[in-house]
């Protein structure tokens, strides 16, 4: 019986479908993309540019900025993109109107029953001392009154003993170095008996009242918090144009600029001294560039002629200790066991969290000396 073949069928494996090809973009896609990206970046940065800007040395350059920048923060703010720029900058850390100038905003804080409210004990300074004078107030002295020099400071300007139900109410201020020296402080102090407020703003300074009125923020402190003690730290922005009260240029280093701002310093010191706020002004150290050095420290000589004018103010001089054995800029200096450490960020102007506190030290040494640090506040002695 013949039997039949069958033919053999090939089965071919199915293809799997090919992928659709990709699609290229236009050189006109890609410049839309591009200034889709550029535009939302320049709406969400407005807020911050401005306030950069807002800061800058007066010019033309700043007028330009301002003009630009303003429409661009309106868009901003009326499409609520602000309100993401200012939660990004809160989760960095950063208070997104710090740089805004303003008013100051000053924490909730039980103040004591007005009698322990500081008094007044004199009229405020009314003269500059001899420029060539370095040395402490004369009150610390005893000079001018007859009395031999005192050891420590007057009866009239020795900071109160605090309790714990009325808190030594100490407060720093300035610009973005006090930012760092007011936690420095505050780790060298007591809190049992001690409150310390850091209330410095960056970008800030005497110069610019325009964009930040350090004399009304002192004013302001003074009043909600009433300070017994007021470390001020600022300058490092101020080599720049002032604006007058008719709202012309000063320029920096002329007669006029030199008169207003000995005029400012005095200001902001008169408004603490007169309610009886004890007031250690901090000077500015030195810094790596060196084109800067004669004008901070023409400033620190203002600085030093102001607070000496005072029976309630006193200068510390953070320029020496932080200079290299040869005069120049150091990253570096010795602590208490001679090891060589570094005290100063990268920028050459700021300091290291172990340069502040160092400075807090200094700042410290010298309101116990002019003033008399009450022992149980202090957490470091010597």
Request: net charge negative.
């Amino acid at each position: 019986m013949q039997t039949m073949e069958r033919p053999i069928v090939v089965l071919e494996k199915a293809r799997p479908p090919e992928p659709p090809e990709p699609r290229r973009a236009s050189a006109r896609d890609v410049f839309v993309t591009i200034v889709a990206c550029l535009s939302l970046w320049a709406l969400l940065a407005a807020p911050l540019l401005q306030r950069s800007a807002e800061a800058g040395p007066v010019g033309a350059r700043r007028s330009a900025a301002l003009a630009l920048l303003r429409p661009l923060v309106a868009i901003s703010d009326g499409l609520f993109l602000s309100r993401a720029t200012g939660s990004i900058e809160r989760a960095l850390g950063r208070d997104p109107d710090e740089a805004a100038g303003g008013e100051l905003a000053l924490p909730a804080f039980a103040l004591p029953p007005d009698e322990f409210e500081p008094k007044p004990t004199h009229a405020g300074p009314t003269g500059g001392p001899d420029p060539t004078e370095s040395s402490p107030p004369p009150a610390h002295e005893g000079e001018g009154n007859g009395e031999a020099p005192a050891e420590g400071p007057a009866a009239a300007t020795a900071l109160r003993t605090p309790t714990r139900s009325n808190k030594l109410r100490v407060a720093v201020i300035g610009d973005s170095l006090s930012q760092g020296l007011g936690p420095a402080i505050e780790r060298w102090m007591n809190p049992s008996v001690v409150r310390v407020l850091s209330l410095g703003r960056q970008s800030t300074g005497l110069s610019r009242e325009d964009y930040f009125n350090w004399q009304a923020g002192m004013r302001q402190i003074v009043e909600e918090f009433r300070p017994d003690l007021v470390f001020v730290m600022l300058g490092s922005n101020d080599a720049q144009a002032q604006i007058s009260r008719d709202g012309t240029s000063i320029p920096v280093g002329s007669a006029q600029w030199v008169e207003g701002y000995r005029e400012r310093a005095a200001n902001l010191l008169r408004e603490a001294t007169r309610a009886g706020t004890h007031v250690v002004w901090v000077g500015i150290p030195i810094v790596e560039e060196r084109q800067r050095w004669d004008f901070y420290r023409r400033v620190n000589d203002i600085y030093r002629d102001t607070a000496s004018a005072d029976p309630l103010g006193t200068y510390v001089d953070t320029w020496t200790p932080f200079e290299g054995r040869d005069g120049r800029y150091t990253a570096f200096v010795r602590n208490e066991r001679g090891d060589l450490v570094d005290v100063r960020a990268p920028d050459g102007v700021h300091f290291t969290p172990t340069g502040y506190t160092f400075l807090g030290q200094l700042a410290i040494r010298a309101a116990d000396q002019a003033f008399g640090m009450p022992e149980k506040a202090v957490s470091f002695h010597g």
